[in-house]
C-alpha cells in the first residue's frame, strides 16, 4: 500500500530537515553568527555562508516560478496584505531575542541535537510563545495590531528586478575575501532546500482532496505545531514543520555524534536561564509577527520575494547588531 499525501509529505520534510540539520551542525550555519562575524572579523565566513544560500534559494525558486513549474502564490510568506507592523517590531524583537539566547529557533534545535540542554529550553519556550502568539492568548494582542498596521498589497510578490538588486551585492561580499570552502559549500546546499521544500508543498502535496499548506523551510510555526503534536498525538496529523523540525535534530545530532561533539551542557546560573527564557519569549512573538523566523524570513521569504521579509530580515539584521554591542559595552 502507498503512502498517502500527508505520509509522502512528511517523510520528504523530514529528509530536507535531515540535510538541513546536519549541513548547520557541519558549518555553523547561522543569521546570528553571520552578524556576529560581521563585527569582528574581517572574512565572516558564516555571513558570506548565509548570503550564498539566500541567493541560490533566491535564484532556484524564482527559476521555478517563472518556468511554470511552481506557483507560490498561496504559500504561507506570501500574504495578500503587507503586515508592516509586525515585520517591523516582530523582526526586531526576533533580533533582539536570538542574541540573548545565542541563536535564532533553528540554531538551537541544531545546538539541542548535540546535548546542549539550554538550547532544548530555549526552543520549547520559543514553540510555546510562538503558539500561543497564533492562537492562544496573545492572539487577540496580534490580531488587533495586525488590524492597526497591514496595507493591501497589489502585488504578493516585489518585482523579479529586485531579485538582481540583492544578487549583486551579495555576491560581491562573498567572492570579496577568501573563506572556509565548508561555509560555501553549506550555504549553497541549505539554499536548495528552499525550492525543494516548495517542491515539496506546492507540487508533491498537490492533492484536490487532502490540500498541503505550501510552504518551505522555517520552524517559528513548526515549533508551536511540535509541541501541540506530542501533547495531544491521537488527534494530530503530522505536517511538513512538525516533519522538518524533527529531521533537523536527527540530521543535527548524527553530525554530532560522528565528530564526537555530543556532550551534556546546561545552565551555569539562575540568572541565565532567566535571559534565554526572556530571549526565547522574543523570539516567539517576534517569528510570528514576522511570519517567520531567520530562514523563513532571510532564506524562504527573501527567494519568493516577499514583501515582508524585506523589511523583516533588515530589522533581525540592525536589532541583532545593536543588541550584541550593547551585551558587549556592558561586559567591558
Not at 495531544?232 to 564526537?260: D, M, Q
Not at 551555569?268 to 531567520?294: F, I, K, N, Q, W
Amino acid at each position: 500500500m502507498g503512502l498517502d499525501t500527508p505520509a509522502t509529505v512528511a517523510l520528504a520534510a523530514f529528509a530536507i530537515g535531515v540535510a538541513f540539520g546536519g549541513l548547520a551542525r557541519w558549518s555553523g550555519f547561522c543569521l546570528r553568527g553571520a552578524v556576529e562575524d560581521v563585527l569582528t572579523r574581517d572574512d565572516a565566513p558564516r555571513a558570506r555562508g548565509f548570503l550564498l544560500a539566500m541567493a541560490v534559494a533566491l535564484v532556484a525558486v524564482q527559476a521555478l516560478v517563472l518556468t511554470g513549474r511552481l506557483d507560490i502564490t498561496r504559500a504561507v510568506v506570501m500574504p495578500t496584505s503587507l503586515f508592516w507592523g509586525g515585520a517591523l517590531v516582530g523582526g526586531a524583537l526576533f533580533g533582539i531575542g536570538m542574541v540573548l539566547t545565542g541563536g535564532c529557533g533553528t540554531r538551537m534545535l541544531v545546538l539541542a541535537a548535540g546535548g546542549n540542554l539550554r538550547s532544548a529550553v530555549v526552543f520549547f519556550v520559543f514553540g510555546f510563545v510562538a503558539y500561543t502568539t497564533i492562537r492562544g492568548i496573545l492572539a487577540p494582542a496580534r490580531a488587533a495590531f495586525m488590524d492597526v498596521s497591514s496595507v493591501k498589497l497589489v502585488h504578493q510578490a516585489l518585482p523579479l528586478v529586485v531579485g538582481p538588486v540583492v544578487l549583486l551585492p551579495a555576491l560581491a561580499f562573498i567572492l570579496w575575501r577568501r573563506v572556509e570552502m565548508k561555509h560555501l559549500l553549506a550555504g549553497a546546499l541549505i539554499g536548495l532546500l528552499v525550492p525543494a521544500g516548495y517542491l515539496v508543498t506546492g507540487v508533491l502535496g498537490n492533492d484536490d482532496f487532502d490540500q498541503t499548506t505550501v510552504e518551505s523551510i522555517n520552524v517559528t510555526r513548526g515549533g508551536g505545531d511540535v509541541l501541540v503534536y506530542l501533547l495531544t498525538w491521537t488527534g494530530s496529523k503530522i505536517n511538513f514543520g512538525i516533519a522538518f523540525v524533527a529531521g533537523i535534530l536527527v540530521g543535527a545530532a548524527a553530525v554530532a555524534l560522528l565528530r564526537r561533539e555530543f556532550r551534556l551542557e546546561g545552565f551555569e546560573r539562575p540568572a541565565d536561564m532567566l535571559r534565554y527564557a526572556g530571549g526565547a519569549a522574543l523570539m516567539g512573538v517576534g517569528g510570528v509577527l514576522a511570519l517567520g523566523c531567520t530562514i523563513g524570513n532571510g532564506l524562504t521569504g527573501i527567494a519568493s520575494l516577499a514583501p515582508t521579509s524585506f523589511i523583516a530580515l533588515p530589522a533581525m539584521v540592525l536589532a541583532a547588531a545593536a543588541t550584541m554591542k550593547w551585551r558587549w559595552r556592558n561586559k567591558a
